[in-house]
């Protein structure tokens, strides 16, 4: 064989190309194992490799500590070996904080000017530590931080008499490049408005959305003008604040966001989304995420009577929505139809299969169809939970093909995609002409995907 097809010894690289080779052990970790898993055992195997692995500050600069005291004095390893190289830092301490609260102050006090993406998930044990940790970081210099993500995990209440101390964390001022903030379980005090409106991503989780009628969190939306990506997500604890109609709703500043593309808003009270629907102004808006309302004594508190007061979104293109965990409610109906005038430039459709049924009778009335009959629809998939028939497998297709029939008429062109489930015990209930004619209203029979659910 000839000499040039044999492989070239790793020792006998050059050493930039031997730490781009070392590189690709640190790339997609397993997220139950340390970044170091695949590299260590690597670099320990001859000496040459080691030297090379040590000498390269790259290789060094994703620092992991959690609750083992190991991890505290392999980060502070990575730390002198990763030079002046930026640094992606993530803690995640939910164990006798108590104990550990001054030394990872003291670790972050170090690096602070060459953090460049900073996760923490936290359990803090009294309001103490809490004022101690955010009292000796929001001063420090973070000039290189682009990600911040911040989780409070099982804090208690705290209480001072009647009154409940604040859970606000102050944002640091010297973060010029921060583009991405997500947090959970934590509210903001109100910052200094540079910072946010450099904001591309903002991603806020919580049970309660900082209080009715939510004025701090709209004056941080307001703020965040050069936002891409929003996401508010509720975690099950909202109470709904009564019934308004659009017009009722609490005064809150319109919301401006030339750059918007992508908006979620899970598991959030009605009336949030209400405001947020009737105030926002984003011309480039092109993804919708929204969970269906709950139901309130047979009535919703949001604007489906009164959509003149929400100007549709005609530059959204995907639509996602997910079902709240409640029994279906009786306005499936009239949400359908709110969705098609909301949002009346939909391509992709991704929607719960349990609602399906009341989905498409809606849109397939000629009336209906005929406001909006969504022409440039491309895709629509149908959620089911864990795969399992509800027992109206035969009445979704035959909604499908009422869909679609209706489509037709209306010269709308073929979808490119359904995916579609089918039960095989419900398939006595129908002719698998059913499944055929819809094959023949799609753009070709391979765009359609059935799959089989469970009965």
Known sequence: MDSKNHPANILNLP??????????????????????HGLLPVTQSSTHLRQTAMSAPSLWSVIEINDKPASFNFAKLCVSRSGHHKLDISIMVLKKMEAKINGLIALLQYVSSRIRNLSMKLSFTGPGQWDLWWDSLKVLDYRALEDLNFSVWRREVWTLGAVALSDAIPLPTQTSLLRSLSLVNASLQLPDFLVLSNLAVLKLSSASFWGWPYTNLFEVLRSSTGLEELELRGLGLEVCQGHYSAGELPSVPRLEHPKLRQLTLIGVENNMVAQILTNLTAPKLEAVSLEAPKELENDVCFVWNDLRQVAPFSTVRYLFVTDHPTPIPPFLEQFALFLAKLFPGVEELELPASWYRAFLSTWAEQGHIAVNPWRDLRSVVLNYSDNVCDGSSHDLVNETLRFLEARRKLDCPPLEWLHLGVCRSCQLLFKEVRLSGIQKLMRSKDDLEVIQLSH
């Open 15 to 36: 050493p930039e190309i031997t730490v781009s080779i070392l590189q690709y052990l640190l790339a997609n970790p397993d997220p139950n194992k340390s970044p170091y």
